[in-house]
């Protein structure tokens, strides 16, 4: 039992000093995959067929691809290119374009959800196309799709941890940082994956909540 | 080009992994279908004190699963059943963590299905004289999988893009074959594009014959 | 009364098909100022296509739509059409307003919100002069006591009547109406018809898409029945119900009469 409390007080900081920065990694990325996903969910519903084009190979790509071989073709894929960022940075780049493929098919599908008489009404008001996505379908998309947005900021909490292969000092990365400290691997391993588990399910609730706020105004 | 040389001579160590990664992933699929109908079937029970306990500890081993990065997962795993004594090899504890990590999200998959099961044709199974196990075998699984095959698909694609983590525990498929060729041979970016168009291929694959199912059903 | 010196629409040799399925096959017509037109005819007659054509909703194959001077031509014609079109559909768009069959109100914006919602977006009008002109429609419309609730809240013909009061908002010189009753239960019909024909008393130029045999007889002056893509009958309502030169109509009047 001493010893327990012995190792706990060595690793616990250190995995807490982590935490924090997987909750920093998670919440850039989960912002600019937010804003990637509109730009390439727009490009989806192009009339445009090349723009289209490029949007869906995108997707493909990153969709198709385990997100640990892409890690790895950023962190040495990027220099090769003179592109010079820190492991953080490439870290960030990477998890944001990954993610953002995943929410920009969120969107599309959101968006493809919307009745089409919605639009109708506002073209035939005179509404611009642009100023129909923002101020009609957008709005009613996001409220649709919290649930499964919230589901991808869960996953990119997870998949933030591998970030550890390419040395950025989150939160697996700290466990290993610990464990080479105190020899007891197990133990801060289970105590790593309670945190994670926490944090997710912070998230999974304010989510609930947001979601009963929205589901109140609409009857 | 250099690289593209050297990666080319080592097509058939690569292919090697590629079949590994392949094999691991598949083993782990059917584990875990196995472990998601037990869980499914489990969650079942009625409202008596023990059913109710492990209905309990069914949810929260799924909260879990669902939750927590799968490289911690496998790392647990791992750590735990050495420190259990169990002298297992890394190749079978990788496959282990797989299977217990895709079981988890494949008993809500089949709790999904299960919903679009009417309950008219259990009720209809048990007027006739049908024990429960039977009509489970019988009537509702047959036609929960036929349902959710296309998601039982997406779920082995899933499994296949976790497999890298696989490397951490030296297990040797095709990513961990990358890297040992990649410090054989000291050529980086050209492996790992390499891999990564194999993956492409094999998920981008597997992603059709999804769109096919979905067709079907 | 109606002017009927200059079409306020003029629609020329209008065609329009999906592929090989053509909808409308040949479609001429002057709308004149003040006019309440009813189009009625079986479904799959083209009504529908017709009306959602005359503000772009739909792109014409061939022939031309004149509406303020502004035309729509068939983009089979010439390849520049498209761009062309989409430009004088804004202008067009500006003057034409339209009514739904599903209403098709914005589920997530109060019923004010609704109807101040293009005022300030498109003419740039100050939030107060909005919502004091919005409350005006309301009123007519007989929804100003719930201006503050969402339409997922109210009734079908409380959330067609507030359609009305948002396309009464843009201040259009036409309305064309798809079906505006179609969708309600019953009890709710008399609710929006009462409305309409309070518009058209007022009058505004209407075009109407309907299965409503009464109001097209009782409100509009002038009643074009289509079928298999072409406007068969164009007249009174007295010459069209009573006297209808072609077969089709006959049947389709002594079909409906029936039930």
């Known amino acids: ?74 962190y040495y894929g990027l220099p090769s290119l003179g592109i010079n960022v820190s492991a953080f940075g490439t870290g960030v780049l990477i998890l944001s374009l990954y993610t953002s493929a995943y929410a920009a098919v969120i969107l599309e599908s959101g968006v493809k959800a919307i009745p089409k008489g919605q639009y109708e009404a506002a073209a035939a008001l005179g509404m611009p196309r642009l100023k129909i996505l923002c101020r009609i379908i957008l709005p009613q998309t996001i409220r649709m799709i919290v649930p499964s947005l919230t589901g991808q900021f869960v996953q990119t909490v997870k998949d933030s941890s591998i970030l550890s292969i390419i040395t950025v000092a989150e939160m697996t990365m700290m466990t290993k940082e610990a464990i080479g400290i105190t020899f007891s691997p197990l133990f801060v391993y289970i105590c790593a994956g309670v945190l994670y588990w926490a944090l997710n399910l912070v998230i999974e609730f304010i989510s609930g909540r947001i979601e009963k706020k929205y589901n109140r105004v609409r009857i | 080009m250099e690289g593209l040389k050297t990666v080319l001579e080592y097509t058939p160590l690569i292919l090697k992994g590629l079949g590994y990664t392949v094999l691991v992933s598949a083993e782990a699929i059917v584990i875990a279908l196995i472990i998601g109908t037990l869980l499914s079937v489990l969650r079942m029970g009625g409202n008596s004190l023990p059913s109710r306990i492990v209905k309990g500890i069914i949810k929260v081993y799924i909260s879990f699963v669902r939750d927590t990065p799968v490289l911690v997962q496998i790392y647990i795993i791992y750590q735990a059943l050495a420190v259990m004594g169990l002298n297992l090899s890394a190749y079978v504890s990788g496959v282990i963590a797989l299977s217990l990590n895709s079981g988890g999200f494949i008993a809500e998959i089949i709790r999904g299905g299960l919903t679009a099961i009417p309950k008219g044709q259990t009720e209809a199974a048990a007027a006739l004289g049908m024990s429960k196990p039977k009509i489970l075998a019988r009537i509702v699984f047959p036609q929960v999988f036929k349902i959710v095959s296309p998601q039982l698909t997406s779920e082995f694609i899933n499994v296949i893009k976790v497999s890298p983590m696989l490397s951490v525990l030296a297990i040797v498929e095709l990513t961990r074959t990358a890297q040992r060729l990649i410090t054989q041979t000291y050529v980086t970016l050209p492996f790992y594009i390499a891999i990564a168009v194999l993956y492409f ?10 769109k096919l199912q979905k067709k079907k059903a | 009364m109606a002017d009927t010196q200059t079409p306020i629409i003029s629609v020329k040799n209008m065609a329009k098909s999906y592929g090989e399925l ?60 498209k761009k062309l079109n989409e430009k004088a559909a804004r202008e067009i768009r500006k003057n034409v307003g339209m009514v739904f069959q599903q209403f098709n109100l914005w589920p997530h914006k109060t019923v004010l919100e609704n109807v101040i919602e293009c005022p300030m977006q498109i003419k740039k009008i100050k939030k107060e002069d909005a919502v004091r002109t919005a409350m005006e429609l309301l009123k007519k419309v007989g929804m100003d006591g719930k201006a503050d609730a969402y339409p997922p809240q109210l009734s079908g013909g409380q959330q067609q009547r507030v359609a009305i009061a948002r396309t009464l908002a843009m201040n259009p010189e036409v309305i064309l109406f798809d079906e505006p009753t179609s969708a309600l239960d019953p009890e709710f019909v008399g609710e929006v018809l009462d409305v309409m024909k309070g518009l058209a008393k007022a009058g505004m130029t209407m075009i109407v898409v309907t299965h409503e045999m009464g109001f097209a007889s009782e409100v509009s002056d002038r009643v074009c029945f289509m079928d298999g893509g072409y406007v068969i ?15 089709r109509a006959k049947q389709f009047f002594s079909k409906i009469l029936n039930v």
């Open chain 3, 233 to 247: 009958e164009d007249g009174t309502p007295e010459e069209v119900f009573k006297n209808p030169k072609s077969d």
């Open chain 3, 22 to 81: 053509a909808v409308l096959r040949k479609i001429d017509i002057d709308i004149y100022k003040g006019q309440v037109v009813s189009v009625i005819g079986p479904s799959g007659s083209g009504k529908s296509t017709f009306l959602r054509c005359l503000n772009y909703l739909e792109e014409i194959t061939s022939g031309e739509i004149c509406i303020d001077g502004q035309t729509i031509r068939g983009i089979s014609e010439a390849k520049e059409n």
């Open chain 2, 201 to 210: 291929i094999v998920c981008a694959g597997l992603e059709e014959i999804v």
């Open chain 1, 1 to 74: 039992m001493n010893d327990f409390i012995h190792v706990a007080s060595i690793s616990l900081p250190m995995l807490l000093q982590g935490l924090s920065l997987t909750v920093e990694i998670s919440v850039l990325s989960i912002i600019f995959a937010f804003i990637g996903g509109l730009l390439v969910g727009y490009m989806c519903i192009s009339p445009n067929k090349l723009v289209e084009g490029i949007a869906r190979v995108f997707i493909k790509i990153f969709r198709c691809t385990p997100f640990m071989v892409q890690v790895y073709l950023a």
